[in-house]
Nanobody
């Protein structure tokens, strides 16, 4: 099973940008679809976005559509979440997750579809 490690979270002002990274060790992430989720204090973990195994397909939650972009560099064993136009309501712990499935083009939007998770990175957006 791969290990996933997120990084890049920090305090940023509203309107700013951050790029989160998800570095994987173990099985190549080219074998997995990837997803990003977030959890704010007192709330349930929510879907942010996902990318297919081949990188051809992405899907985003309505709350981040047009502001966030997911990408991946399989040769670097890394997936990314580029976040622009950050808002205070984006404040949360952000998690990346992997779904090892043979389908190259599918994306997955619920946390129960993911078997491997990182430990999370804190993003705080000040107003």
């Amino acid at each position: 099973q791969p290990q996933l490690v997120e990084s890049g979270g920090r305090l940023v002002q509203a309107g700013g940008s951050l790029r989160l990274s998800c570095a994987a060790s173990g099985p190549p992430i080219s074998m997995s679809a990837m997803g990003w989720f977030r959890q704010a204090p007192g709330t349930e973990r929510e879907f942010v976005g996902a990318i297919s195994r081949n990188g051809a397909n992405t899907y985003y939650a309505d709350s981040v559509k047009g502001r966030f972009t997911i990408s991946r560099e399989n040769y670097k064993q890394t997936a990314y979440l580029q976040m622009n136009g950050l808002k205070p309501e984006d404040t949360a712990v952000y998690y990346c997750a992997a779904n090892f499935h043979p389908d190259y083009s599918s994306i997955y939007t619920t946390d129960r579809e993911y078997s491997n998770w990182g430990q999370g990175t804190q993003v705080t957006v000040s107003s």
